[in-house]
């Protein structure tokens, strides 16, 4: 057979069949459409225009024929196809209607219901690529007076086919342009997600963790004006006691224990309250409050001075500004990051009253532990003392069901004796001195207060 | 048909006079009052599933009613907030209402929802859209005064204001101004619209009369 | 008594100028502005009509007393200035001999001349909408003042008429009327979002509004804080 290709002139070849080709990339589709059944099936290039004008011609009959056909129907597809859209003009009653267009061979053709047609030539359309979804194609005549516009996802494609490759520049440059732009709205959209989600649980850890540093850095007044007004609004449960005896002794264990405590020149300020319940507390800022109950309950002064040594370190340890933040939560949080900090000592001094926020947390109760153990010790006072203290109350006291019971508030577990018992065997030896205080006058005396108190009642 | 918008712009309302044969689409609830020799036939706007869309994403009532007569009447339409109504005529071209702005509507008119997208979300102007197409008029109100704008190039419109617009605006969030400008001027978001096309605006928005509201209450 | 009406149409007041030993009976609160020469009397009447819920706004107002307020001029020309809470038109209406029906939000001053009963059950089945109307029973002779919500419209009604029962101001009491399904079925009816409404017929004049207070309720309530 004698090769087609010399039977057709070679402007066919190289200049119109390639004038084309350009917007046929992707209608690898069409070839399937149209491929004859054989065994040598000619695999058509989808390359450049340029690369038309290299590529070898068709070498069989067949080749030539597919190529041809493949082309032609192509073109011929593009240039007849429908598509709804709209037109925007002047001469329109309403100025604007809804259209039918077509691509013709010289440009875009628009129909509108009412007959008439509205046109504009390939080469005076401008393209520009826009509307509510980003991909709508806007084609306006040189003078912006009609705008014929489609939002046909393939109306792009066979806008390019159909122009011949006229319009493939502003066709690029639209698109390139709407996708740099929808690129950049999810970047924004992406970056701000995470922000936001930085932001939350960022917000929610920092200020956590902000509050407990910050409630640190607040100076020691703010704890004491807490302690103070919290102590001035709270029922005590009992007249205070004004025996020298009895307050002297407890003034006396204070006195040194301080020296040792954990914040230099921390002010303790010793209250001694009569009532039969066994407890003792420690208000932030230093006041320390000592049931009468307590004094008779302990075997010796040594384990109050331990029971007093656990409450002072809730003191400087500053638990109870903790726990008051903690409570308040949030708004605690932004207060103390502001600096104001008169809306806490309000909140926290409501808080005190109940006896329900008395209770520390767990850490809490396990750093004072160790800490009044450690002031024992740097005090010169046997801290296993306190280990004992905590065993008799569970023994013998361990079902009191008063609410004020140091037992009900510091709940008291095997392995919390044990805790201490072994940070007490840490502690290196060293001797320790008895208190200086006469336990039973000071015990005879608490239990005179206490009938009195009785007798007036 | 004939069909007159009264009272405009506080209380617009539409005065229609029905002839047998002619067919007019309100939303559920439009009717003010009607001749008895009007007729008010109930359906499900779109269908069963586009309905129930339509009444929880788009604002729009799940039901239909229309209204025809065998020997002619009266029928009045309104919306149940003070405010403007408009007319347009649809020429085979489309047109996007945000919720709850429909009235009523010829039958040649399609309704159907449409996803407007986060953005119009975040805009204030709803999660869906309500998309009017086809030939014949519709009416569309608003809380507040409706005016109209053609444009060309950007527009910027306070984000709750935007009643209608053609599809071939594209719309983009912004701030007011700079960041600061945005948060201490009240304006905040805004929305960005770009032509070519016409916007309906209103001069008022509910969620403005809301907020005021709730300024002054307790 | 003289009346001009100022601002029309959505924030309408009205401006009625008295003579003296002229009285008109208002509506309590209606009151913007007098002048010096007048006393001021209150009195109430009993409301009839159901009780009920008003949709959206969640005020329940039954068994309510309605309060009158009544000026009487104690001097020359003096003015008057009333006008209604909420948005909308005022109208007048000369009453001649005839009964007029006014939905009770509707009503808001009558002169001397005109008797006002509010227990009139009306269409007490209102409470099928559950929007706690009451009508007024305006007969006699004078000047009667309605207020709307919205744009107030006269039908005069030969035959039959029907109207959606918030949008009704006042009807003149020679119209029958009874609560109806606005469609063919009363499921649509409902689904149609009009319910109920009400059938006129007879001869008369029929005052409606362009809006009704409850729709506006419904849809601004949701949005407004609990307090």
């Known amino acids: 057979m004698s090769n087609p290709a010399e039977k057709w002139p070679i402007i066919m070849w190289r200049v119109i069949l390639p004038l084309g080709e350009s917007a046929f990339q992707g209608r690898r589709g069409f070839f399937l459409r149209c491929a004859l059944p054989g065994p040598e099936r000619p695999t058509l290039p989808q390359t450049g225009r340029l690369d038309a004008v290299f590529r070898p011609l068709p070498t069989t009959h067949r080749e030539a024929c597919i190529l041809v056909a493949w082309y032609g129907t192509a073109w011929w597809d593009a240039m007849n196809k429908q598509f709804s859209g709209g037109v925007l003009s002047d001469q329109l009653g309403n100025g604007r209607a809804g259209a039918e267009i077509v691509l013709t061979a010289a440009g875009v053709s628009a129909r509108v219901p009412d007959g008439r047609s509205f046109d504009i030539p390939y080469r005076e359309c401008r393209v520009e690529i826009g509307g509510y979804n980003g991909r709508m194609v806007f084609c306006r005549d040189s003078i912006r007076t009609l705008t014929i516009f489609c939002d046909d996802r393939k109306f792009p494609g066979e806008l390019a086919t159909a122009s011949s490759g006229r319009l493939d520049e502003q066709l690029g440059d639209a698109l390139k342009r709407v996708r740099s732009q929808s690129r950049r709205g999810t970047l924004i959209g992406v970056v701000s997600l995470a922000a936001i989600l930085v932001l939350i649980v960022g917000g929610y850890f920092g200020v956590r963790y902000g509050a407990q540093a910050a409630v640190h850095s607040l100076p020691i007044s703010v704890d004491r004006q807490l302690g103070k007004t919290a102590f001035s609004s709270m029922d005590l449960g009992g007249p205070e006691v004004t025996d020298k005896v009895v307050v002297a002794a407890i003034q006396k264990m204070v006195d040194q224990l301080k020296p040792q405590a954990a914040i230099e020149g921390f002010d303790f300020e010793i209250h001694v309250v009569d009532s039969e319940e066994l407890n003792a507390f420690c208000l932030p800022g230093g006041v320390i409050v000592v049931y009468t109950g307590l004094i008779s309950g302990a075997e010796n002064p040594d384990q109050v001075a331990a029971v007093i040594g656990h409450e002072m370190s809730h003191a400087t340890l500053r638990h109870g500004l903790e726990r008051t933040s903690q409570s308040l939560g949030v708004w605690a949080a932004v207060s103390l990051l502001i600096g104001d900090s008169t809306g806490l000592i309000a909140g926290g001094a409501d808080l005190f009253q109940v006896a329900v926020v008395n209770s520390y947390s767990r850490e809490q109760e396990d750093a004072a532990d160790k800490e009044g153990v450690r002031m024992l010790h740097a005090a010169g006072i046997d801290p296993s003392s306190m280990a004992k203290f905590f065993a008799i109350m569970e023994q013998e006291h361990g079902d009191a069901p008063k609410l004020f019971a140091w037992i009900s508030t510091h709940p008291q577990h095997t392995d919390r004796i044990a805790s201490v018992t072994a940070t007490v065997d840490a502690l290196p030896d060293r001797q320790y001195t008895p208190l200086d205080i006469d336990w039973q006058e000071v015990q005879s005396k608490a239990k005179d207060v206490q009938k009195t108190t009785k007798g007036d009642r | ?218 | 008594m003289q009346y001009e009406f100022l601002s029309r149409p959505a924030m309408t007041a009205a401006k009625l100028t008295l003579d003296a030993g002229e009285s008109i009976t208002c509506e309590v609160g209606a009151m913007i502005a007098m002048s010096r020469g007048f006393t001021v009397e209150t009195t109430s009447r009993n409301k009839g009509g159901s009780g009920g819920f008003v949709k959206g706004l969640k005020r329940m107002f039954a068994g309510e007393n309605f309060f009158l307020n009544h000026f009487t001029a104690t001097n020359h020309a003096q003015s008057l200035i009333i006008g209604p809470a909420m948005l909308g038109d005022i109208i007048h209406y000369p009453m001649t001999g005839g009964t007029l029906v006014v939905q009770g939000s509707s009503w808001l001053a009558s002169s001397s001349g005109v008797e006002i009963d509010a227990t009139f059950q009306g269409i007490g089945k209102a409470l099928f909408s559950g929007e706690g109307i009451f009508w007024v029973k305006c007969s006699g002779t004078g000047d009667l003042m309605l207020n709307s919500f919205g744009a107030i419209h006269c039908v005069e009604v030969n035959g039959e008429y029907v109207v959606d029962s918030g949008h009704i101001v006042a009807f003149e009491d020679t119209l029958e009327f009874h609560l109806g399904k606005a469609g063919k079925s009363l499921i649509g009816s409902f689904l149609g979002g009009e319910g109920l409404v009400c059938k006129f017929s007879g001869q008369g004049k029929l005052y409606f509004q362009s809006h009704n207070p409850p729709s506006f309720g419904k849809l601004l309530g949701p949005k407004l804080k609990p307090h």
């Open chain 2, 1 to 218: 048909m004939y069909a007159e918008i009264r009272d405009k712009p506080s209380f617009a309302n539409i005065h229609v006079k029905l002839q047998p044969g002619d067919q007019i689409i309100a939303e559920a609830d439009a009717m003010a009052c009607m001749s008895s020799s009007v007729e008010m036939d109930t359906q499900w706007s779109g269908g069963v599933v586009q309905g129930i869309l339509k009444r929880v994403f788009g604002g729009e009532s799940m039901f239909v009613n229309t209204f025809s007569t065998k020997t002619g009447g009266d029928l009045v339409l309104t919306q149940p907030f003070p405010g403007d109504m408009q007319c347009i005529d649809l020429n085979g071209n489309t047109m996007f209402l945000q919720p709850g702005a429909f009235v009523a509507c010829e039958p040649g008119v399609k309704l159907g929802l449409g996803w407007a997208g986060i953005k119009m979300f975040i805009a204030r102007e709803g999660l869906f859209r309500l998309k009017v197409s086809g030939t014949g008029r519709v009416w569309f109100g608003a809380y507040g005064g409706i005016f109209q704008k053609e444009i060309d190039g950007e527009f910027v419109v306070d984000s709750g204001h935007l009643v209608a617009y053609e599809p071939t605006i594209g719309i983009r969030i912004g701030l007011a101004g700079g960041i600061f400008s945005s948060f201490f001027s009240g304006e905040g978001l805004v929305t960005r619209v770009n032509g070519p096309g016409r916007i309906y605006m209103q001069s008022r928005s509910f969620d403005g009369l809301a907020a005021w509201t709730n300024a002054h209450l307790g």
